[in-house]
């Protein structure tokens, strides 16, 4: 395995740690014709921060959810893929409250509008719950609960999560992997 690390926020963060080394550059790309922006699916991160740091690589931030409408495009676009392989947790997006508990924000910068009310449709009834206090990463949670959004812990539970990413136009150097 290789480990690449960026620094995002101050923060030193590993890429690829827990993938090897070609499957932390691979991404599944779609445009998304309600933003106007090309979504990427990767294969895998370490965490969170990672998947941030991946996505700002590529020149752009985690998935911005701005409607309910773009957040169906991303189930019915992705969601036969994201599902991480042991746990099927549904892949890490941009929203986050890592600054302040009970703040939640997009990592791109722009306010959170659609998903700010807790608790209700996008999130799942309980959510985001911040269990056992360090649940600050908002990503798509289980099939069975069809895939509203969930908090998790930076490093995503027992397994690495998969990352949407969300960019102004397709990277020059796109890759792919395997969708079977």
Do not use: C
Request: hydrophobic content about 40%; cysteine-free.
């Amino acid at each position: 395995m290789k480990q690449v690390s960026y620094v995002v926020g101050g923060v030193m963060v590993a890429l690829g740690a827990w993938a090897p080394s070609a499957s932390a550059q691979q991404v599944m790309w779609k445009d998304n014709p309600i933003s106007g922006k090309v979504v990427g699916l990767t294969y895998g991160t370490s965490g969170w921060n990672a998947a941030e740091a991946q996505a700002v690589a590529y020149g752009g931030h985690l998935l911005t959810v701005r409607s309910s409408a773009e957040n169906a495009w991303a189930i019915t676009n992705f969601s036969a893929y994201w599902a991480a392989p042991i746990n099927g947790r549904g892949p890490f997006f941009g929203a986050n409250d890592s600054a302040a508990e009970g703040s939640w924000l997009w990592s791109s910068g722009e306010p959170l509008t659609y998903g700010s009310q807790l608790y209700t449709t996008p999130w799942g009834s309980a959510s985001p719950d911040n269990y056992l206090g360090f649940q600050h990463y908002g990503h798509y949670s289980l099939p069975q609960f069809n895939w509203v959004w969930d908090d998790i812990q930076e490093a995503g539970d027992t397994e690495p999560l998969r990352s949407l990413i969300e960019v102004p136009q397709r990277p020059a150097r796109s890759w792919s992997w395997p969708t079977a």
